[in-house]
């Protein structure tokens, strides 16, 4: 594969992609596949930290950790398939649905791009499920994980809320099942910045991209159980808000099970931790990754 240099504070799209190290099941990478992503670059010897976004939101998630995290390590953020920046860069899988393997893959070539060969990663929402793919596709690229919003397990309200989104999904316009649910996901009056930002982000995204996302929730549940019996030899950090109603309780019953992750609940805060409290989030993140790099 040929490796193009990079520079800081540079954005780029990533060059065609060849030659992963594992194809998902049943399913052949294109080689042509291209994630949009951006490298803020301390210095050659610095630690990576790569960054990835939930379902509807981008980058742009990762705005108020961008500047604390730079001055620390070598930062990469992504636009997710269908995301942000990435939104027109798919047309070799128009017409057929995604997986979760597809989605980890994807960022892995950026990696493999970049010449990358370790990195902490950061997630949020569905971004740390996609994580703990990465960790078992290539484990020995993930130095740490730092698990925002994690989402281990569906409760009965938000697998109440996927069958909602599958059975109106067909015949209500998606910007108004969008902000219902992130309304529940994100209530409070303290969660509006959270919330506008995914609407916001989420109007970009094509409609045809948004239901291939919402094919992925069909296999969420038994990939949950199988992350969670995992419990990956990974030093891990949940950061999650003392108010994410939907996904707290079970994470810290993970947590209890796992000698190699922590669980630090931030104050005042929902589901998008990282945007509702930003001071919190970053100092606890970065000196977790510190006391590992």
């Not at 992609?17 to 042509?32: I, L, Q």
């Not at 969660?191 to 069909?218: C, D, G, P, T, V």
């Amino acid at each position: 594969m040929n490796r193009n240099k990079h520079h800081p504070d540079s954005a780029h799209y990533a060059a065609e992609v060849a030659g992963h190290r594992m194809e998902p099941s049943g399913n052949t990478p294109a080689p042509d596949a291209r994630l949009f992503y951006k490298t803020y670059l301390k210095s050659p010897d610095a630690p990576w930290v790569t960054f990835i976004h939930g379902v509807g939101g981008s980058s742009i998630i990762w705005f108020k950790q961008i500047r604390d995290f730079s001055t620390h390590f070598n930062v990469l953020v992504v636009d997710l398939r269908g995301h942000g920046r990435s939104r027109d860069l798919f047309s070799a899988y128009m017409g057929r649905e995604y997986t979760f393997e597809d989605v980890s893959l994807d960022v892995l070539a950026v990696l493999d791009h970049l010449d990358i060969r370790k990195s902490h990663f950061v997630g949020v929402s569905l971004g740390t499920i996609l994580i703990r793919v990465i960790a078992e596709i290539d484990p020995q690229r993930v130095e740490s994980m730092v698990l925002a919003g994690a989402i281990t397990r569906l409760n009965i309200r938000s697998r109440f809320l996927v069958w909602v989104a599958k059975v109106f999904k067909p015949v209500i316009p998606f910007m108004w099942l969008y902000r219902l649910l992130a309304r529940i996901l994100m209530p409070n009056k303290r969660h509006k910045e959270s919330r506008y930002l995914f609407i916001k982000e989420a109007q970009k995204i094509y409609r045809r991209e948004i239901n291939r996302w919402f094919k992925l929730l069909k296999d969420v549940n038994p990939l949950l159980q199988y992350q969670v019996e995992q419990n990956p030899r990974i030093p891990t950090l949940y950061l999650m808000g003392d108010e994410d109603h939907l996904f707290l309780h079970p994470v810290k019953e993970l947590v209890a099970r796992n000698e190699l992750a922590t669980l630090i609940t931030i104050e005042n805060s929902g589901h998008v931790c990282n945007v509702d409290q930003p001071m919190a989030f970053n100092h606890h993140a970065i000196g977790f990754i510190n006391g590992r790099s």
